[in-house]
């Protein structure tokens, strides 16, 4: 009997041995493994970054040299050396020439870039490697072109070009940057760039200059302008340095590691009764375990898509703090799976704002990539002050590219002239917006241009609508109108309207929300079809009266194939 009880007592501390080293394993994958899915989630948000980022640098850097194209006009295109030296050091820049339609540098800053007895000026044309991109200056269709922050072919010296198209000679205007110009220029450009950015559910980004100066924070609404401190030990992080500007993604380990807990709790639960009935359930706690893994890493894979996704929308309201010409507000409740839908906002020019609404075919980590890279073309483009139509052209004919799921987008885009209440629209297969006037509310129809990655090509056309102000525009994606109820009858577009006509007296913001709550109450439990996406963009400026009024019709809308 004794020796029953010692063997029985040394079977019990070997399971309980095994069981412990079991634990202690499986804490250990799941801690790399939450390790190694945090530091894919910052590789992947540094793609995100870093074409903010050189969208905003190079979009700073196009209205610099148009200024300076403009300077030399107005000076009659000086061509002495001194001249543009002085201009650059005025404009703060590091250099500027000017090339005619060979290719050949006929004024410049830099003598060593001009001709010399025995040495011909230097020629884009024939210099090769990046010089030779800015060609495309001259042989179109390019009218502005921004090279990354790389060595001069000329010299080897770093420098950004610019370039801007001069269309009475057919040449071209250079400017260079080198590191200090580069970023004494871009600096005010990045402030709070990436405040609303959230990485991982509580991680953000880090934007500094090269002695650590904080620009753009997500942390702390007034922590700019102190100076970057190493993360302790309870952060995943990493630096790249962009355009200049050393920049960091950061991301808490309790953060990351909460999918880990859950899945240790669990494999201990099961380890447990797998311990106790191992003889009889061993293939079934097996293979149910191998099942949860899989269901638990297919849920967390869409989990870290949807991050993406709102991370990658502006999500703080008002969005300009001290702007009183116009108010925008924008939500988005998202359905179960990952989807496609988007918003956005931002500046065009220094009196034109730009808001979108779009909808991604298909749903799932495929449509949220789609989607990121259809946002992120739709701003580069719109930001370089083409008009609307050659803006949604272009971002057309890249979505194309490559397509090969035939994954489309629809869109509707707005361009506000806030001085004036003029409204300039494209409607790229999207559902109609609700126009609100004088307490009234009725659909903007106009005819749909195709939607946005289906075929290249393709012509957009654009309709005009001149707002007063107190005239909102409320746009929406089609989780809105499709949401079924139990019987199948979907909520509709009269029943929108009546929703919007009930709350004209309202916020823009309590408008949102009880759209969103006629919705629900429409669906009565039946699960969320699609995400329900809105945004309303209010005109509260007086330059409709001095443009004059249309009566909220569309005019010019006549769309290409």
Request: proline share 4%.
């Amino acid at each position: 009997m004794t020796e029953r009880r010692s063997l029985d007592l040394k079977l019990v501390l070997s399971v309980l041995a095994a069981f412990l080293l079991s634990m202690a394993f499986t804490w250990f994958l799941h801690t790399r493994l939450s390790e190694r899915d945090a530091y894919a989630l910052i590789d992947r948000t540094f793609t995100a970054v870093e074409a903010e980022i050189i969208d905003c640098v190079d979009e700073r850097l196009v209205r610099l040299c148009l200024a300076v194209r403009e300077r030399l006009e107005d000076d009659g295109w000086p061509t002495d050396t001194a001249s543009l030296a002085a201009l650059a050091q005025e404009m703060k820049i590091t250099e500027i020439s000017v090339a005619n339609a060979a290719g050949d540098i006929v004024a410049s800053s830099v003598t060593d870039y001009l001709a010399a007895p025995g040495k011909p000026a230097f020629n884009f044309k024939t210099a090769g490697g990046k010089a030779e991109d800015m060609m495309c200056l001259v042989t179109g269709p390019e009218t502005d072109y921004c090279q990354p922050f790389r060595s001069n072919t000329a010299n080897g010296a770093w420098r950004k070009f610019v370039g801007v198209w001069m269309p009475s000679t057919g040449g071209f205007v250079e400017i260079g940057c080198d590191g200090e110009s580069l970023r004494g220029l871009s600096r005010s450009s990045l402030m709070d760039l990436f405040r609303n950015w959230r990485v991982g559910g509580a991680g953000g980004i880090v934007v500094t200059t090269p002695s650590g100066l904080i620009l753009s924070d997500y942390e702390e609404p007034n922590r700019e302008g102190a100076y970057w401190e190493a993360p302790d030990d309870s952060f995943y992080w990493k630096r790249e340095e962009i355009e200049g500007f050393p920049t960091y993604v950061l991301i808490p380990k309790g953060s990351a590691a909460v999918q880990r807990d859950v899945l240790v709790g669990a494999t201990a639960v099961l380890n447990g009764a797998a311990l106790v009935f191992v003889a009889l359930l061993v293939g079934f706690v097996i293979s149910a375990f191998v099942r949860r893994q899989m269901r638990l890493q297919a849920a967390k894979e869409l989990t870290m898509a949807k991050d993406i996704q709102l991370a990658a929308l502006p999500n703080v309201f008002p969005p300009f703090p001290g702007e009183t010409r116009f108010d925008i507000r924008a939500s988005m409740a998202t359905a179960k799976e990952v989807g496609g839908d988007f918003y956005d906002f931002y500046f065009t020019g220094p009196d034109r704002v730009l808001f979108l609404i779009a909808d991604v075919s298909g749903k799932g980590v495929p449509a949220a990539m789609f989607m990121m890279r259809a946002k992120t073309l739709i701003k580069s483009i719109a930001q370089t002050g083409r008009p609307l139509a050659q803006v949604f052209a272009a971002a057309n004919d890249a979505l194309c590219e490559g397509n090969s799921s035939n994954t489309f987008v629809t869109v509707w885009a707005g361009e506000l002239n806030i001085e004036t209440g003029r409204v300039t629209y494209v409607n790229a297969g999207h559902n109609p917006p609700v126009v609100r006037r004088d307490g009234a509310v009725a659909y903007l129809k106009s005819r749909p241009a195709l939607v946005l990655g289906a075929l290249a090509g393709v012509r957009y056309g654009v309709g005009e609508l001149q707002l007063k102000p107190g005239d909102a525009i409320y746009l929406y994606t089609d989780g809105i109108t499709e949401q079924p109820d139990a019987v199948g009858e979907l909520y509709g577009e009269a029943r929108l309207l009546a929703s919007l006509a009930g709350c004209a007296d309202r916020s823009e913001e309590a408008a949102l929300d009880t759209v969103l709550a006629d919705v629900r109450r429409h669906a009565a439990g039946v699960e969320q079809a699609d995400d329900c996406t809105q945004l309303i963009i209010r005109y509260d400026g007086d330059g409709g009266r001095a443009a004059g009024t249309n009566n909220g019709q569309e005019k010019g809308d006549d769309h290409g194939n």
